[in-house]
């Protein structure tokens, strides 16, 4: 199994910027696919971004199609989430996650394994 764990998160104006990272660990060899979801309160949890383990397949949603970029660094087992143009709308709890389909899913029941989420606010 593998361990997520995001960070980055907090609190910032509409049309600012804010990074997330997301560290993996626990499964050697491993080429899961990682994905970022959230979940706004009040909303069920959504797709928001993923990435191969080779970085050559990207799929964002979109709603933050042009204002959200997907990266990972292989060697730091870490993924990273850069967020522009931030809308109020994107306040959530954004969730990392590991999946073993190689093909980039944005399903959520096609993830095995979750963080505990990282809070991000934008405030109006």
């Known amino acids: 199994q593998v361990q997520l764990a995001e960070s980055g998160g907090g609190l910032v104006q509409a049309g600012g910027s804010l990074s997330l990272s997301c560290t993996t660990s626990?499964?050697?060899?491993?080429?899961?696919?990682l994905g970022w979801f959230r979940q706004a309160p009040g909303k069920e949890r959504e797709f928001v971004a993923a990435?191969?383990?080779?970085?050559?397949?990207?799929r964002y949603a979109d709603p933050v199609k042009g204002r959200f970029s997907i990266s990972r660094d292989i060697d730091k087992n870490t993924a990273f989430l850069q967020m522009s143009s931030l809308r109020p709308e994107d306040t959530a709890v954004y969730y990392c996650?590991?999946?073993?389909?190689?093909?980039?899913?944005?399903?959520?029941?096609?993830?095995?394994?979750w963080g505990q989420g990282t809070q991000v606010t934008v405030s109006s």
């Open positions: 996650a590991a999946s073993g389909n190689i093909l980039v899913p944005i399903a959520e029941n096609e993830y095995h394994s």
């Open positions: 626990g499964r050697a060899y491993s080429r899961d696919a």
């Open positions: 990435i191969s383990w080779s970085g050559g397949i990207l």
